[in-house]
């Protein structure tokens, strides 16, 4: 969760049966993050937070061991270890549901399935740092290596990187992310997908992360043959 307020510190956190849902997003990147209640149990069914971040600041300057931890039925929640103790007021829903969003089901075909560890994730992110693009380029090959290229169109400056991403398209030549579905997210190995709407998805465990294409998907060309006619 505290890597999850790089998007965006704002969050809602929402009981979905035996779990608790986490769902945030900030300009083109969202994300959800599910957990067992029993580990992030709380009054009600929802609990807001407009600058989480700074809740975790205030979680953590008391020792973990002998912490206690309470929550009234109007939203303080009050840490208590030995003779100190903090009151911390939780947010108005109502106020934050702007930083949430509802996960729309995608059900259009997948067209680009890939592995991308968290090697390869460090390489492009690494990437992006030295370049600040504003498109990463994925190419696909016919062996099924990807070929990614990260771009600043201001500067014309282009890193390029042939990884050993072995992609699964179905008649796709390349696909352009958009920076943040790469940069935005923690370290981790992740499946990335692309759906036919446009939808890039990464997912690991528990977390999940969305984001738009910055452009149409690209296809690849394709070759028809023509038989000349033969004069009789």
Known sequence: MKKLTGISSAMIFRKE???????????????????PKE?????????????FKNFLDHLDSFREEGREISQDTVGNIEIRTGTCALKYRTSDIRILKKHAFSEVQDSSPIIVELLLSKGDLATISNACRKVKPDEVKLTFGEDGETLVHVINTKTY??????LGLKSRTYEVASVSLNPEIVTEVPENDYELSVSKIGRCTLSAESMVFFCGLKHKVQPKEVKIEVEEEVDA
Request: net charge negative; aromatic share 16%.
């Open 157 to 162: 400056t282009q890193f390029r990187v042939t």
């Open 39 to 51: 580990d992030f149990d709380f009054y009600g069914e929802e609990i807001g937070f407009a600058d």
């Open 17 to 35: 049966g035996e779990n608790v849902v986490l769902r945030v997003k900030s300009g083109p990147m969202a994300a959800s993050y599910t957990i």
